[in-house]
């Protein structure tokens, strides 16, 4: 009897873990889905603004079913999440500066004129591995975070760069913000699925799902915060080594 017991509760155990994975999958795709959907609605209320669009009758019942279509999509994210409250993942040579190059213009388009994004990359970076949009994504979500935290505007800064030299190469990717900050309590909680202290039913996926990429890929994540003084996420991933060709998880 308790042998049988033992193995049920086994059996529990890894029900319960396979389904935390499959809920962060989901809950990950779509949460990365809600951020595209920010960047999309941010780029149409710059089209909006523009007198001489808005003055092409033609026109304005486009701008107007793809601002409803947008919000309808929004809605959708949110209430999955509310419900729900990985592919597995393919590393391969990337090259962090031509990342950061490539969502140069979607990481500035999310964020209104408050708030000034500047992007700095070491010169000859070494490639790491790890998955080229799963990087994208995490920096996305750093950004995402680290806007939310600037109601009032601010200063978001990307660094690239080659760690300090130790047994295991690294490119140290920084993303800092001048926003209010966490209290050491949050801060240790920050990359928990779900916990968030946002009240608009989206928040507690992103970071969790920027500790779930650096894992996988065989880095690190670190965060340091204080209240009035604005975040520092630090993303350390391992350079490949020159025999890597790619491989998944």
Known sequence: MQHTETTSSHIAEYNSGQEEQWQLKES????????????ASS???????????????????????????????????????????????KLEL???????????ALVKGACDSTVVVEIHA?????????????????????????????PDGGL????????????????????????????????RRAFDLFFTTKGNGIGGVGLAMVKHFVDTCGGRVDIDSRLGTGTIVILRLPVARPEFNGTRL
Do not use: Y
């Not at 990337?94 to 140069?104: H, N, P, Q, W, Y």
């Open 28 to 39: 990950g795709i779509v949460h990365d889905l809600g951020n595209l959907i920010q960047v």
């Open 43 to 89: 780029a149409l209320s710059l089209v909006t603004r523009d007198a001489s669009v808005m003055a092409t009758p033609a026109l304005q019942p486009l701008l107007i079913g793809a601002s409803t279509a947008l919000q309808r999509a929004g809605v959708l994210v949110r209430e999955t999440l509310t419900r729900n409250r990985c592919e597995p993942c």
């Open 94 to 104: 990337t090259d962090v500066a031509e990342c950061l190059r490539e969502i140069s």
């Open 122 to 150: 070491g010169n000859n970076l070494p490639a790491v591995s790890c998955d080229h949009q799963a990087l994208q994504n995490a920096i996305l979500n750093l950004v995402f975070n680290a806007r939310d935290a600037m």
């Open 156 to 187: 978001i800064t990307i660094d690239a760069a080659l760690g300090a030299p130790t047994s295991d190469a690294q490119v140290e990717l920084t993303v800092r913000d001048t926003g209010v900050g966490m209290s050491s309590e949050t801060a």
